[in-house]
């Protein structure tokens, strides 16, 4: 029976042939493999270990028999070989292989085991400190490589000189690639694998390393035509040279006397071989020649060298063949999306260098190779998701580390170099240094899977967004953008939008829209002066106080539109309908209402002895009296936050008063370019007579409307005090209002209470704490006037003749004191001289202030025509001599009866 046979059925493990066929052949293989690891010509090699180690393990498995000195000599390639990549960031250890699969391991002390682990660390931090050293050779080999490659498009003239150098070229690419290719994926995963820590600049020369590797792929894609046409003839070339050393081992057969069967067999490989040769140099082609020439090279057809010649060749021919699959399986780097993590350290220090930029494109292509292994996985229902995830976070690692700290830095210098004269700029260029952003922009759009990302434009649209949102918060600092906008243009080629916003060329203070909508604050922290019609801030943290006048509210007006006019006294219609709610809750409190029901039947049982005049007596008292009710913790009693209350309704009607002062201010203006008011040309009927086009009749149709308008405007105004007297009286004059009624009664009190307070305001003007100091307050008169003619109360107020009440009481004490004083003179007592002296300036500066509150409430009453009674008035309406025009929110007021507990 036949060895391997029993009973019929062939038993491969007793081959004792085909085992030492088997052997023989791993053997050889790997003699031929193992001295191209770690070599610069090396290809491919390390991963034809694997698959020595693999027929290794298969062919123990099936024979159990062990070479210990092959196998030694498989298991020391870790000294030149610490891992192997497969893919992703999977690295293949021989030793971990051998212990997992086969027993073969037993042989190998635990020592030696032992030192394959430390070889590891060992290769890995000699490979850490050699690195910077690596790379830079690395590059200049590259850059070498690239520079030939670009300068070898032509020939020169030498057909197989240049098929030889072109040839060597596009190997010696490859081969860097490969090389480059393998400590890259080697050193990255060993990092992982060992938790072994990477310092920065590991990561960035790694990194460049991985530049250089899509370097070499874009040369060979940018001479694409120049390599694909030069590949025919090389392969032809290759071919030649292999057939020709077929030829002399044919000849050299055939020459043989001594002709057998077995040169028969020799002689038609090689016939085989020439005839695959003689074709396109496909794989299966390449396969075939090298089987038969492993039976044609038998009875010593070719020499050592020529054998050499011919597989050199036959590598080459391999190379060249499939150099576009081999350049892609070299520059694959799709093994950084394991890696991710290390992609921002690389983009900050791009940023902070600021040099060679375009390095980035680089990284893109290789981040871009990892799509391609996620559109074919199977373990996700929607390979899409996990791609967009992919894009989504490769975008924000360029937005977070490059884009946004480019759009912030450019913003920073813009600023600080429209702001030079200031001398804002401190920074020392000696310890800041000096770096030139302009390179980050020419940076050209990045494609990264469906999208475009412009560095250019996304700073562009950064400081569109920066110039006109700020400029929109504070339009007079326009000037201050428009450098910055002009500075990017000319430093860094940056084209902006125009904002296109009103730029606030005009003197304007606050703006009305501002106070319109901050109207509470406004009358609560500005003061109004009737005379000037201005406002003054109350108190400021700075040294000036702000002002608004009648200019700033028509350039306000100029800015924004009249129909903001309208739109502000609605807003002051909503404000007072609110104050006056509080209004008549203080009127309706028990205490209160008592105590001037009380006053007012006093008044009425007492005319006659009193002399038709309000005792200030009285009123004092009840000034004084009140405070017994409560004070708040700034020591305010009910009757200081009552005049307040009214002073804020007096403030707001003295901004509605502006308002209409600014809207005609505005419109003079504005009209003051046309020649006669009475006599309006109109321009449509003028074009339509020349018969011009349609477009010019057009645009003269809205001029006569603009003229028209602003003429409207000018001449006949806005009575918008009327409008709300109109929209209150009613429900002032209400029967279930009554409480109402004793307004006037309270106003004696009050005005006292003015006085104090306003006496106290002007003696801080002289103090170095401003605190709660003024010099006006007309929003108490204009309120009292308000509110008088509301209730329609002029001549019940008038008939108190407060006012001459306290001129007699100040006079009648100042008689008194001058009395005193010339006693005092007569006793030559100077402490009594000063003391009436003093209460002399007192009385008169009462006096002053009752004087000049008289004379405020009645200009203020004009405002409001208090020369009529509201029975007057309606007889009036009815007659239609009066008509209101304008436009006001129309509602019923609602003021509800609340008590005050």
């Not at 906008?485 to 005009?506: D, W």
Request: with cysteine; aromatic share 10%.
């Amino acid at each position: 029976m036949e060895q391997g046979y029993d009973d019929g059925k062939a038993f491969v493990s007793k081959n004792s042939y085909f085992a030492e066929e088997f052997f023989l052949n791993i053997k050889n293989y790997f003699m031929l493999i193992e001295p191209k690891i770690g070599d610069n010509a090396e290809l491919n090699a390390r991963r034809r270990i694997v698959d020595i180690c693999a027929l290794y393990v298969l062919y123990y498995s099936l024979f159990r028999i062990v070479d210990k000195k092959f196998f030694k000599s498989l298991w020391d390639v870790y000294k030149k070989l610490p891992g192997i990549h497969l893919v992703g960031n999977v690295l293949w250890f021989p030793d971990q292989f051998f212990g997992k699969f086969s027993p073969m391991i037993s042989i190998i002390d635990r020592k030696s085991q032992e030192m394959v682990k430390s070889q590891r660390q060992l290769y890995l931090q000699q490979k850490s400190q050699s690195l910077p050293k690596d790379v830079q050779t690395l590059y200049l080999n590259v850059a070498s490589w690239m520079i030939k490659m670009d300068s070898n498009s032509e020939d020169n003239g030498k057909l197989l000189g240049d098929l030889n150098r072109k040839c060597k070229l596009f190997i010696h690419g490859l081969m860097l690639a490969w090389n480059i290719s393998h400590q890259v994926k080697t050193i990255t995963n060993l990092h992982v694998t060992l938790s072994k820590p990477m310092v920065k600049s590991s990561v960035l020369a790694l990194f460049k390393m991985v530049e250089m590797l899509k370097a070499i792929e874009a040369t060979f894609h940018r001479q694409t035509i120049f390599i694909c046409d030069s590949i025919i003839h090389i392969i032809q070339h290759l071919s030649y040279i292999a057939l020709t050393v077929i030829n002399q081992a044919k000849r050299k057969i055939i020459s043989d006397k001594k002709y057998s069967e077995r040169h028969l067999d020799v002689l038609s490989a090689l016939l085989l071989a020439e005839k695959c040769l003689n074709g396109p140099g496909t794989k299966e082609r390449r396969l075939i020649t090298n089987l038969v020439m492993s039976l044609g090279i038998q009875m010593k057809s070719l020499r050592d060298d020529e054998f050499n010649s011919f597989v050199t060749v036959m590598k080459n021919l391999d190379i060249i063949s499939d150099l576009w699959e081999k350049l892609k399986d070299a520059c694959d780097c799709s093994f950084l999306y394991w890696q991710r993590f290390l992609i921002p350290i690389y983009i900050t220090d791009l940023f902070d260098n600021a040099v060679d930029a375009h390095r980035i494109h680089y990284l893109i292509a290789a981040l871009r190779d990892s799509v391609g292994p996620m559109k074919v996985t199977r373990h996700l229902s929607s390979p899409q998701d996990m791609l967009n995830s992919y894009d989504k976070e490769i975008y924000n690692y360029l937005k977070e580390h490059l884009i946004d700290p480019l759009c912030r830095d450019i913003e920073t210098d813009l600023r600080l170099h429209s702001h030079s004269h200031l001398q804002l700029d401190d920074r020392n260029p000696f310890n800041v240094g000096l770096k030139n952003l302009s390179h980050l922009l020419t940076i050209k759009p990045i494609r990264f899977f469906d999208r475009y990302i412009n560095v250019k434009a996304h700073v562009e649209h950064y400081l569109d967004k920066i110039f006109y949102n700020l400029t929109t918060v504070a339009l007079h600092d326009w000037k201050t953008y428009d450098e910055m906008r002009s500075l990017a243009r000319q430093k860094y080629e940056l084209v902006t939008v125009e904002a296109h916003l009103p730029s606030q060329t005009l003197e304007q203070s606050l703006d009305v829209l501002e106070i319109m909508r901050n109207i509470h604050v406004f009358v609560s922290r500005y003061l109004y002066n009737l005379n000037n019609q201005i406002f003054v801030e109350r108190t400021s943290n700075n040294k000036h106080l702000n002002t608004i006048n009648i200019r700033h509210i028509a350039n306000s007006i100029r800015i924004h539109g009249i129909g903001i006019m309208n739109t502000t006294v609605n807003f002051t219609y909503q404000f007072l309908r609110k104050k006056f709610y509080i209004f008549s809750q203080f009127l309706y409190d028990e205490h209160i209402k008592s105590r001037l029901i009380k006053d007012q039947r006093y008044f009425r049982e007492n005319r006659t002895q009193i002399d038709q005049k309000y005792p200030f007596e009285r009123a004092e008292k009840f000034n004084k009296g009140i405070r017994k009710l409560g004070l708040t913790p700034e020591n305010e009693s009910y009757l200081d936050q009552f005049r307040a209350l009214i002073s804020q309704i007096g403030n707001a009607l003295g901004f509605v008063r502006m308002i209409r002062s600014g809207g005609l201010h505005c419109c003079s203006n504005a009209i003051r370019f046309i020649p006669d008011l009475d006599d309006i040309v109109s321009f449509e009927e003028l074009c339509k007579e020349e018969n011009l086009s349609n477009e010019c009749i057009n645009a003269a149709a809205k001029l006569d409307h603009v003229i028209g308008n602003l003429t409207k405007n000018f001449s006949e105004g806005t009575e918008y005090f009327r409008l709300l007297v109109d929209v209150f009286s009613a429900a002032f004059r209400d029967s279930k209002n009554m409480h109402l009624r004793n307004f006037y009664i309270i106003l004696p009190p009050l005005t006292l209470n003015y006085i104090e307070h306003s006496i106290a305001c002007k003696e801080r003007m002289n103090r170095k704490n401003k605190i709660g100091a003024s010099f006006t307050d007309d929003g108490f008169a204009m309120g009292v006037a308000y509110i008088l003619k509301l209730l329609d109360q002029y001549q019940d107020f008038d008939s108190l003749h407060w006012f001459q009440s306290v001129r007699d009481k100040y006079r009648k004490e100042m008689n008194d004191v001058i009395k005193e004083k010339k006693q005092a003179i007569g006793k030559d007592d100077e402490k009594l001289q000063q003391m009436a002296t003093l209460t002399v300036k007192r009385l008169e500066i009462c006096q002053q202030e009752f004087d000049l509150l008289n004379y405020s409430l009645s200009s203020a009453r004009i405002f409001f025509r208090a020369d009529l009674t509201a029975a007057e008035e309606k007889e009036q309406k009815s007659k239609g001599n009066n008509s209101t025009e304008g436009s006001c929110e129309s509602a019923s007021v609602d003021i509800t009866s609340y008590s005050i507990m």
